[in-house]
């Protein structure tokens, strides 16, 4: 005698609502993470010196080149561009709408960081160890007035794209 089977059919667009909820959960770890960045590790490494500073970029540039930071990274792209496929291929015109705006500000973000913030990280590092004194100083300054608006402007978008992943759910929720 066999026990009877008690599972549930598959919902239709389970996988769409698994990768939307993987787009969102990514793209809030990645809005959460420049929005640490500005209103505490760089506000704290303003009180350093200027070779701390640049000691603790470097260190920080470092430490963030790992696995989980580049499945997050990457995942919250490929996530939200999976949902975006999906919700169009479900007939979610409106939610796939939501989508495709986050993935275009998430794309934002992620020009600007490959075109702003990894170049200047990799300008610091290298020329912090030539710089001494006062060129050390310019060299931080400069790097800050370019790289703390670059992350701002991260932050925002990333904040935004969430918000547009979230208006997406509650799209989903109510089909």
Do not use: Q
Not at 6 to 17: C, D, K, N, Q, V
Not at 124 to 138: D, I, N, Q, V
Not at 147 to 161: F, G, I, K, S, V
């Amino acid at each position: 005698m066999t026990a009877p089977t008690t599972s549930l059919p598959a919902r239709p667009g389970g996988r769409t609502e698994a990768s939307l909820y993987a787009a969102t959960i990514a793209m809030g770890l990645s809005a959460g993470l420049y929005f640490a960045f500005d209103v505490s590790v760089m506000p704290g490494l303003d009180r350093t010196d200027d070779a701390a500073f640049a000691s603790a970029m470097g260190h920080i540039n470092d430490a963030i080149e790992n696995g989980f930071f580049g499945l997050v990274f990457f995942g919250a792209f490929l996530a939200t561009g999976v949902s975006g496929v999906s919700l169009r291929r479900l007939g979610h015109t409106r939610a796939a709408r939501w989508t495709w705006a986050a993935l275009a500000l998430y794309t934002a973000a992620v020009a600007v960081t490959m075109k702003v913030n990894i170049p200047l990280n990799r300008r610091l590092a290298r020329l912090t160890a030539e710089a001494s004194g006062p060129e050390l100083a310019l060299l931080r300054e400069r790097f800050r007035g370019s790289w703390t608006p670059a992350n701002a402007a991260r932050t925002l978008a990333c904040t935004a794209a969430l918000a547009c992943l979230g208006r997406a759910l509650t799209l989903r929720a109510r089909a």
